[in-house]
């Protein structure tokens, strides 16, 4: 019975690998789409820098985002706990009420 009383947190801990995974793609993009305005031509400068912001906030999205599901993993790891010495804690009180 007590591992029915731990949550289970793979599907968080897959959710946070991939937003990692994109939180990196988001970075490489930017840090592509900076070489590569250093070649583009004067005119098409503006361009790059539309791009470079747009990736810029998908990183600030994935970035909270990863952070998010970071704080939800630890809350329901701690949450688990808190439920499982509860229900200890109530099974004790069973056995040996108090008189």
Do not use: C
């Not at 897959?14 to 900076?34: F, G, M, P, S, Y």
């Not at 098409?44 to 810029?56: E, Q, T, V």
């Not at 599901?69 to 630890?74: D, H, I, T």
């Amino acid at each position: 019975m007590d591992s029915l009383l731990r949550a289970d947190t793979l599907k968080l801990e897959e959710h946070e690998e991939l937003v990692r995974r994109e939180l990196r793609t988001a970075r490489l993009l930017k840090e592509q789409l900076r070489l590569a305005q250093r070649h583009a031509l004067p005119e098409d400068a503006w361009i790059y820098d539309r791009l470079i912001d747009k990736a810029g906030k998908l990183e600030q999205y994935f970035s909270g985002m990863a952070d998010q599901v970071n704080r939800m993993s630890a809350e329901v790891a701690r949450l688990s706990v808190e439920i499982g010495e509860l229900l200890k804690d109530a099974g004790r009180q069973l056995k040996y009420p108090e008189k």
